[in-house]
């Protein structure tokens, strides 16, 4: 291990082989979920009370800068990483996407097999990780993507009065609802245990890009498109997600913007904050704008996650293309250091875009500031972890 700090002790051992001929007593809480989702639950409150938090990184394992996993025949026995490529060790997160899942296809929007990203999450489980799943779906009115067209605007605008129940598209999204359900429920070691998951879907509401954006529904839909959403995955048999709320930065410190659209409670699990940093020609003004948001966007989401005894996290972040040689510890982890999250986790680098991506990679730029922040003794990679899920 990296650090001498152990925050966790291990205590439950999940076995990562055989057959299902002895399933495990997998048991409830009084929740309804399983005792090992709470756990993991009640261990991210608890990391808002220290001054450490996990590293996450969005398709880690699937592809990078000039690779892709080889779907075929790759399995995930040593596996790349750009991350584990550059400080030798994985993310202790793992993020991956199911939209088009909901179409029914084998491949997600960024081309990745479902039947991969099952084995990948069961695999970052079994050497203790945490997964965290996102849902780019599509437009279910116009037949669009999440992101909402010019040309279609005016049809899009309406998609969320159309999926609530009276709305033409209702069945049908039930039916896209139940996809992920079934994928959810898949998430299973051999022997039977459900994987936890943080489930973030209907992210970044603040803004107008997705159907389900600041303009294109009331506050009272936007709640009532997540209660429908996470009762149905109850009644779907889901026992093993925590969900995650997730606005972009345009509260801005306001605690009652923040919570405006805020579902309730016994909904959410962890509140959270996607905010990114824009400097294409790597500016410093800009860089330190990002800074000064995202520090003020922080307190504000942690004083709430307080008030209301839930987790904290910065749920998406990163700087495209990272242009500075030292934006890990002298612009991202100073702010980091000031809250109580329990994660932070930059976006994906992508193989298939040019100039799209939030880790480094060996030999880019801010690579050696990468390791630095990695022997950060506040940050917390695979081998920190011992095991997620402690006994309480
Ligand atoms: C966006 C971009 C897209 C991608 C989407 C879902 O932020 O990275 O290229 O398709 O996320 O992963």
Not at 207 to 213: A, D, L, M, Y
Request: aromatic share 10%; net charge negative; glycine share 6%.
């Amino acid at each position: 291990m990296k650090k001498t700090f152990t925050i966790i002790a291990a205590a439950l051992v999940i076995a990562s082989c055989g057959g299902n001929r002895h399933k495990v007593d997998d048991p409830l809480a009084d929740s309804g979920r399983t005792q090992l989702t709470e756990t993991l639950l009640a261990n991210l409150v608890q990391l808002g009370d220290s001054s450490v938090y996990l590293f996450g990184h969005h398709d880690d394992t699937v592809y990078g800068i000039g690779w892709e996993a080889d779907y075929a025949n790759d399995s995930t026995v040593h596996q790349r990483s750009d991350v584990l490529s550059v400080c030798n060790d994985f993310p202790a997160l793992l993020s991956f996407d199911l939209g088009h899942i909901e179409l029914g296809d084998s491949l997600n929007l960024d081309g990745v097999p479902f039947r991969r990203i099952r084995q990948e999450i069961i695999a970052h489980h079994d050497r203790g990780g945490m997964i965290t799943l996102s849902w780019h779906l599509d437009n279910p009115l116009s037949g669009g993507s999440s992101w909402v067209a010019d040309s279609l605007k005016s049809v899009e605008e309406k998609t969320v009065t159309a999926v609530l129940e009276g709305g033409e598209k209702h069945a049908l999204f039930l039916t896209w609802i139940d996809k992920v359900a079934d994928f959810l429920n898949s998430l299973e070691t051999p022997y039977g245990v459900k994987i936890p998951v943080l489930f973030r879907p209907w992210h970044e509401h603040t803004g107008s890009w997705f159907w389900w954006g600041q303009d294109h529904c009331t506050a009272e839909q936007y709640k009532a498109l997540w209660q429908l959403t996470v009762n149905r995955l109850k009644e779907q048999g889901v026992v093993n997600a925590l969900y995650a709320y997730s606005p972009g930065t345009e509260a801005d410190g306001d605690e009652a913007k923040y919570m405006e659209r805020y579902p309730g409670d016994d909904v959410i699990d962890l509140l959270g904050l996607d905010c990114y940093c824009f400097a294409p020609e790597a500016d410093t003004t800009q860089i330190a704008n990002y800074a000064a948001q995202l520090d003020k966007n922080l307190s504000m989401v942690c004083t709430i996650a307080k008030q209301h005894h839930k987790a904290a996290a910065l749920t998406e972040t990163g700087y495209e293309c990272l242009k500075t040689i030292d934006w890990w510890t002298k612009t991202l982890a100073p702010v980091l250091e000031k809250h109580s999250i329990c994660y932070v986790l930059v976006w994906r680098n992508a193989h298939n875009r040019p100039n799209h991506f939030f880790a480094p990679y060996p030999g880019q730029l801010s690579a050696s500031d990468f390791i630095r922040f990695y022997n950060d003794p506040r940050t917390l990679f695979l081998h920190d972890l011992n095991g997620l899920y402690m006994k309480r």
